[in-house]
T-cell receptor
Framework: NAGVTQTPKFQVLKTGQSMTLQCAQD?????MYWYRQDPGMGLRLIYY???????DKGEVPNGYNVSRLNKREFSLRLESAAPSQTSVYFC?????????????FGSGTRLTVV | AQSVAQPEDQVNVAEGNPLTVKCTYS??????LFWYVQYPNRGLQFLLK??????LVKGSYGFEAEFNKSQTSFHLKKPSALVSDSALYFC?????????????FGKGTRLHILP
């Protein structure tokens, strides 16, 4: 089925470890986004990529890096995980150059840093 | 900068009664407005959007929302609630002038439909 695929679905890290969250979409969308969801905080934008080859910071970029590998894939990297990064991470994609349909979201990655 | 406020953390409604989930927004220009729903352990699903035109927007699962420019509100409504409507609801806004299509989300309102 067409959509946004995130891997892994669950991950437990120790403080200081690194990992990469993967996101891929097969809808030929230009723009991709990474959000984190925390209780009582809603969704906060970490980084986004308006088009292939570009990335920009969102509201809460500290502690993260991203790579727009190609049009389909947008990865989020935690270089040195901290307990404050325990969260649910969502990837989304959209076509900004058309009348906005809103985003298509992946099913999320639940990350726990101990 | 754009922002969204959902003043209620939780809304409880008896099954069969009408429901309203409130949302107000702030943008520098004109808004695109969205409602999303999240069921437990799932991603967000699109419900409806306001782009332009009729202030009353109809969406999925019998939901509708009314855009009120003077009150900068976009409340979500349904005439008759179902237990299956229980979920977390997010209001979101994008400034029409934002070419990067960044959408800002509210903190969410948990809707409980009581049998």
């Amino acid at each position: 089925n067409a959509g946004v695929t995130q891997t892994p679905k669950f991950q437990v890290l120790k403080t200081g470890q690194s990992m990469t969250l993967q996101c891929a979409q097969d809808m030929n969308h230009n723009s991709m986004y990474w959000y984190r969801q925390d209780p009582g905080m809603g969704l906060r934008l970490i980084y986004y990529s308006a088009s292939e080859g570009t990335t920009d910071k969102g509201e809460v970029p500290n502690g993260y890096n991203v790579s727009r590998l190609n049009k389909r894939e947008f990865s989020l990297r935690l270089e040195s995980a901290a307990p404050s990064q325990t969260s649910v991470y969502f990837c989304a994609s959209s076509i900004p150059d058309r009348r906005p349909y809103g985003y298509t979201f992946g099913s999320g990655t639940r990350l726990t840093v101990v | 900068a754009q922002s969204v406020a959902q003043p209620e953390d939780q809304v409880n409604v008896a099954e069969g009664n009408p429901l309203t989930v409130k949302c107000t927004y702030s943008v520098s220009g004109n808004p695109y407005l969205f409602w999303y729903v999240q069921y437990p352990n799932r991603g967000l699903q699109f419900l409806l959007k306001y782009i332009t035109g009729d202030n009353l927007v109809k969406g999925s699962y019998g939901f509708e929302a009314e855009f009120n420019k003077s009150q900068t509100s976009f409340h979500l409504k349904k005439p008759s609630a179902l237990v299956s409507d229980s979920a977390l609801y997010f209001c979101a806004v994008r400034d029409i002038g934002d070419r990067d299509d960044k959408i800002i989300f509210g903190k969410g309102t948990r809707l409980h439909i009581l049998p």
